[in-house]
């Protein structure tokens, strides 16, 4: 516990640096669970940004139901995510996730990270378009 506590408070000052100005980053995030995960999903939706690290966070929480709702289906897809950039924390618990999952769950998982993943590069281009201006 001390070890995760310890995690993601360095997890959360690291990424403090790289957040807008409007996102306000909780100053306990372990008496505000809720803030902290809005603060890594604003980080990983919002702002449109393909961050490994807060993808795996994302994870996570939704397996752990750190500030929302257990979902073990939505950790799947947030581990997913951040593998495609062969971030080794996430790898380990994705397979770890995998052991507790049945194979049809593990195949509606990946069709789920599959539209997740186009989603998600749709969103990236159109950010792109917006900054250039076209």
Known sequence: MKISKLILTVSLILVAGTA???IKV???PY????AAFNYVY????TQHTSDPW???LLGSYYEK???TKKDTD????WYRMSTDHDYKPAVA???NLKKTMSASQIQENEKAFIVTRKASVKRELNALKNIVGR
């Open 42 to 45: 604003s980080m990983s939706v």
């Open 20 to 22: 807008l100005a409007t």
């Open 26 to 28: 909780p100053a306990n």
């Open 93 to 95: 618990a994705l397979a």
């Open 74 to 77: 939505k950790a799947y897809v």
């Open 54 to 56: 807060a993808e795996y």
């Open 65 to 67: 139901g750190y500030g």
């Open 31 to 34: 008496k505000q669970p809720k």
